[in-house]
Nanobody, 123 residues
Framework: QVEVVESGGGSVQPGGSLTLSCVAS????????MGWFRQAPGKEREGVAA???????RYADSVKGRFSISKDNAKNTMSVQMNNLKPEDTAMYYC?????????????????RGQGTQVSVSS
């Protein structure tokens, strides 16, 4: 059984930065694709960043150039650095992990996921 636990959410002003982290257990991250999807009230769920088992990354257009995802296989962790945050980034962010080589953004939510961590961006 794969378990993932997120941390690092919080409240920031527009233009600020946050780092979200995810610790996985029950499977090695070197053989998993992982990523983040978000859900805001009244909005569709959106896969925002993913990293494949080989380290290849992909991002939603809405966060490209502002978010950077990385993985530390030695620590079985994955994180996303979020810069230049905007009010529209406000959402619950979920870490997702799948024991597969490749994770399309659109299907991240089908993986094992944590309880989520809230990110709020406002002035």
């Amino acid at each position: 059984q794969v378990e993932v636990v997120e941390s690092g959410g919080g409240s920031v002003q527009p233009g600020g930065s946050l780092t979200l982290s995810c610790v996985a257990s029950g499977y090695t991250t070197s053989k998993m694709c992982m990523g983040w999807f978000r859900q805001a009230p009244g909005k569709e769920r959106e896969g925002v960043a993913a990293i494949d088992s080989d380290g290849e990354t992909r991002y939603a257009d809405s966060v490209k150039g502002r978010f950077s995802i990385s993985k530390d296989n030695a620590k079985n962790t994955m994180s996303v650095q979020m810069n230049n945050l905007k009010p529209e980034d406000t959402a619950m962010y979920y870490c997702a992990a799948r024991p597969e080589l490749y994770c399309p953004l659109s299907t991240l939510h089908f993986g094992y996921r944590g309880q989520g961590t809230q990110v709020s961006v406002s002035s």
